[in-house]
């Protein structure tokens, strides 16, 4: 029985996936967005390049973001994976095409992820 | 001198380690867990399978949980880090036996740890 | 247009540097302080030994907390990122010259950055 300070609020939207994790959980006006990947409706890998991972993944991450009643613009922190080094530069520029300044902080971290995906992100966001 | 707006709720019950982390530290009913790992009650590191590994850092986090008035069931937000990706299927099988539907929020990571341990895991959770 | 819950309380005093995120998010008392590295006031990386690197970063972790109205003491939750394993008992000692009982809570990733840095910190704050 978990406390009922938690919130699941995409829980009627978003389907429960193969893995163990709640899309996103909610305490306040605070979500927690779980690791996105590039992934279909059922939660399976879509390998891609990597610009078809990330933008298949911030799909996601919008999706659930709005089933929680929030959206990308709402969000205050991001932590972003990129498996390679190489799709760094990449991953800066179409980044600003999901992301408008002023922008949330944000880590980058890189080679640590496993090889079946490109990226992986998640973030903190508000709801209003 | 640290903020009063923060708090150290563990620190009575969980003797500080050799390390510069406290277990546990408060924001309102925010808990933010450091990473655990298979480490003895002094802070030594226990090596040993991923199972075992596995099941004594999640007694740690339960632990430091339990000492800030907190449990398992009330964490909103977990990264686990999973040294080899090998190991990832384990993991979220163990990982069920530790936490149920509605599950927290999750990101998992892999080739991120030193080579002295197989698991880490961080978390965020609430105290009534 | 971001939530009107989202502040961003050093935009007037850190510039806006090349890459895609602000120094530091604010939601009510809570600073989100973006991943830090050795880099100059324009965002420019300085490579140097570890220590070099370690302090650098810190001087802009702190910088960054002051212009919101936060600091190093006030710190509630670290992620540090050591590129080389090798250097994790240099970053231990180094560490508590910054931060002091009763320290933050914390967690320790290697591997995790790209060759262009040896460290990288991130971290959740409060401001009065």
Redesign the interface.
Known sequence: ??????Q?PA?GTIP?GP???????Q?G??L????QASTDEKGAIVGDTFEGEFRRTMENVRRVLQAAGSDL??V????G?VRD?AD?AQY?QL??EY?K???????????????IIRF?I?C?A?V?
């Open positions: 029985m978990s406390s009922s300070a938690i699941y829980s429960q893995l163990p994790f709640s899309p996103v959980t305490v006006n605070m927690f967005v779980s690791g613009d709402k205050v922190r991001v932590c994976y080094a760094v800066n980044y600003r992301f300044e002023p922008f949330p902080a944000r880590t980058t971290l890189t080679n640590c992820l496993p090889e992986e998640d903190i508000v209003d």
